[in-house]
């Protein structure tokens, strides 16, 4: 377990305090400003595949144009997500080719019903009997083997049960196992003591499970546990029945994969490294690990431990309700030969938590984007709310402002016309202050932050000077200020560097 908490804030104050700020961030942490930037990039992103494939080109617009209500089964169905990705991916990477999210938009979700919003998704459909993971908390869905209806329904079914295989790395295992009624018991159970010990993060991550998949798998490594999809399976969980023993030990598993499903929404609209390639020595583990892969399990480890110093201060109406919690954290033993196999050190989730924190705060300041440096900041803070002993976290800012990031010009000339690029298609989302746009002729999204969003509407084809002036005058700062100066240097840098602003002489 964590160091214990100063005397002077009890324990039950201090995780309230973190499970509030682990939803607070409105980049990392709250699931709603998550939600309504992925629908962003999700509307994008069919505009963007619209221009390439001709043949697909109205339904992928008329779908981009939907209402909320219907596009949120569509981008967090796990077939639909999937193709979504894979054509984008594909898109990014200057490949041509047909739309394969368009062909079974236009398989599945043509007829007179298509302007009805539905709670339901294409694969949700598929499932008979159709079983709530649990129910009152969200519309998560436990997925059996599909029952489908024609042959539309019989190509999805198959494609679920592909990306199905190939996310468990076994292409003839077997299908998903139907759970009992006393597993789907506990599974509830265990999704409603995560949100009543969590009521703010805990009930934050279940919103980002669509489907919830019960499976037994071998490896060199032992049976599966637990996994969450990623991109081979959206917005999924998989899990061992063996996991729903007991409320604790499901809850913990959902805030595990929960945890990474959304962190994974999160990074699709928000970059954290500038280097994806860089490495990090883990000494549990055989090799290194990529900063992203440190990234995910630090954020893991920072839930995790929350949760547990919740759970030691768990209610006697809690423990009533659920059992009593595990009195002890079961060790994850390090892979054999390593350091922390030779030492005895890294068996806890403490110890990995401050390893990864000291990792994040040891990296070269260009390593991580302004959000990365954001992102470290605030993981830390809630870690040393349960844990004394963590790293303290550093205010970066003032190191990472006013830095270009890689690919950035230097400077942009004071003289000549700055022009915004046209055509472009474009998503506003004036509440979180940003925007994210594609230029007719990219491949790509570029999101604009406030400052940056300010920039772009002036750059109308005025010079460098009267930009300044007119962004002091919208900013509210003084005419000719530093803070002036810097934010439209720095902006004009990113936007002209993105291809979306051109600098004439």
């Not at 007829?111 to 459909?125: K, N, Q, R, V």
Request: charged letters at 20%; a negative charge; hydrophobic letters at 40%.
């Amino acid at each position: 377990m964590p160091a214990s908490p100063s005397a002077a804030e009890p324990v039950t104050d201090r995780v309230a305090q973190a499970d509030t700020m682990l939803c607070a961030d409105r980049q990392f942490g709250d699931s709603a400003a998550i939600g309504e930037r992925n629908l962003a990039r999700f509307r994008l992103g069919l505009t963007m595949l619209a221009r390439q494939d001709d043949a697909a080109a109205d339904v992928l617009r008329t779908t981009a144009a939907a209402s909320d209500e219907r596009l949120r089964p569509l981008l967090y169905d796990p077939v639909l997500r999937n193709c979504f990705e894979v054509d984008l991916a594909r898109l990014e990477g200057g490949r041509s080719g047909r739309s394969s999210f368009g062909a079974f938009v236009r398989d599945h979700m043509a007829g007179p019903e298509a302007d009805t919003p539905s709670p339901t998704g294409p694969c949700e459909a598929l499932s008979d009997p159709h079983l709530r993971a649990w129910p009152g908390l969200g519309d998560a869905w436990t997925l059996t083997e599909p029952a489908p209806h024609g042959r539309s329904q019989e190509k999805l079914a198959e494609r679920l049960m592909e990306l199905y295989r190939g996310a468990l790395g076994d292409s003839g295992a077997a299908g998903p196992v139907t759970p009992t009624d006393d597993v789907r018991a506990v599974l509830a159970e265990g999704a409603e003591l995560l949100a009543t010990l969590l009521p703010a993060a805990g009930a934050g991550v279940l919103g980002h499970v669509t489907m919830v998949g019960f499976t037994h798998r071998e490896s060199e490594e032992g049976p599966l546990q637990s996994m969450s999809g990623g991109d081979p399976l959206p917005s999924t969980v998989l899990l061992a029945p063996e996991r729903c023993a007991s409320p604790w030990l499901a809850a913990e598993s959902l805030l595990h994969e929960g945890a990474h499903l959304k962190l994974f929404d999160a990074l699709r609209t928000g970059s954290v490294v500038n280097n994806a390639t860089e490495r990090v020595p883990i000494p549990w583990r055989i090799g290194s690990w990529t900063v992203i892969r440190v990234i995910v399990a630090l954020h893991f480890y920072v839930h995790l431990l929350v949760f547990r110093a919740a759970a030691s201060g768990a209610s006697a109406a809690v423990r009533q309700r659920f059992g009593a919690p595990p009195t002890a954290e079961d060790l994850d033993e390090p892979s054999p030969g390593t350091p922390a196999a030779r030492s005895g050190r890294y068996r806890t989730s403490a110890e990995r938590a401050r390893y990864l924190a000291e990792c994040m705060l040891s990296l070269p300041e260009e390593a991580l984007t302004e959000n990365g440096h954001r992102f470290a900041r605030w993981l830390l803070t809630a870690l040393r709310l349960v844990d004394d002993d963590a790293p303290l976290p550093r205010d970066r800012t003032t190191a990472t402002e006013g830095r270009a990031e890689p690919g950035q010009s230097p400077e942009v000339p004071a003289g000549g016309a700055l022009r915004r690029v046209a055509p472009v298609d474009a998503c506003a989302l004036p509440g979180l202050g940003q925007l994210v746009v594609s230029p007719a002729e990219s491949a790509r999204m570029h999101w604009l932050n406030a400052r940056s969003w300010t920039v772009y509407s002036l750059c109308d084809g005025r010079d460098l000077d009267s930009l300044h002036t007119a962004y002091a005058r919208a900013a509210g700062l003084p005419p000719g200020s530093a803070d002036a100066g810097r934010q439209v240097g720095d902006s004009v840098r990113g936007l002209v560097a993105a291809g979306l602003v051109t600098h004439g002489t």
